[in-house]
């Protein structure tokens, strides 16, 4: 596709209730990066994919996030056990290692009842 | 540690050159200069970046002040929806970068 992708684009779900979060990135990207924004706050970063190192996990809140990039492409964004904290905009951006990240997806839209 | 300091909010008049600073006292040598802004309900957006030369493009300009302690984000003509919250963040940008960590930013607010 021309831009980043995610899916999905709303999800409500129940608490306890595990979910995951895709993030299609611009083909050839190798920085991949998840943030989060919660109502009214700012961007949260969460977690960052650079080619073939490790990912820098810094900015996951507790051990019921995680996230996985297969191949060097797709991401998935899982959240385990959601809270009604876990709501908020999850987005994801991509872009050539070393360049500006200037590409944004959509978001996905959680909530949490 | 916050690696940039901005001003909560401004004010701008429509029409009016909006400048926004940003110190940066303890930006690396290798460290770049990147501005965003996010207006309301949307993603961010990319505005402009560099090391150590001023830049310009078609939304802004940047003026890096030479010690590279502080810049200032110049939007020439500011309209109404120019009004948004702008993101100003220093970062390795080389093959072992790091990630892209917004801060608080400055929530701009342009008036007619």
């Known amino acids: 596709g021309a831009g980043v992708s995610q899916s999905p684009s709303n999800k409500v779900t129940e608490k306890g209730k595990d979910v995951e979060l895709r993030c299609d990135p611009i083909?050839?990207?190798?920085?991949l990066y998840w943030y989060r924004q919660s109502l009214g706050q700012g961007l949260e970063f969460l977690i960052y994919?650079?080619?073939?190192?490790?990912?820098?996990k810094s900015g996951l809140p507790s051990d019921r996030f995680s996230a996985e990039r297969t191949g060097g492409s797709v991401s998935t964004l899982t959240i385990q056990r959601t809270q009604q904290e876990d709501s908020a905009v999850y987005l994801c951006?991509?872009?050539?290692?070393?360049?500006?990240?200037?590409?944004f997806g959509p978001g996905t839209r959680l909530t949490v009842l | 540690d916050a690696k940039t300091t901005q001003p909560t909010s401004m004010d701008c008049a429509e029409g009016r050159a909006a400048n926004l600073p940003c110190n940066h006292s303890?930006?690396?040598?290798?460290?770049?200069v990147y501005w965003y802004r996010q207006i309301h309900s949307q993603g961010p957006q990319y505005i402009i970046h560099?090391?150590?030369n001023n830049e310009t493009n078609e939304m802004a300009s940047l003026i890096i002040t030479e010690d590279r302690k502080s810049s200032t984000l110049i939007l020439p003509h500011a309209t109404l929806r120019d009004t948004a919250v702008y993101y100003c963040?220093?970062?390795?940008?080389?093959?072992?970068?790091?990630?892209?960590?917004f801060g608080k930013g400055t929530t701009l607010s342009v008036s007619s």
């Open positions: 994919f650079q080619g073939n190192s490790a990912p820098d």
């Open positions: 083909s050839g990207h190798t920085a």
């Open positions: 560099g090391l150590k």
């Open positions: 963040i220093v970062r390795v940008a080389n093959q072992a970068g790091t990630a892209l960590i």
């Open positions: 303890t930006i690396s040598g290798n460290e770049y």
């Open positions: 951006a991509s872009s050539l290692v070393g360049a500006p990240v200037r590409f």
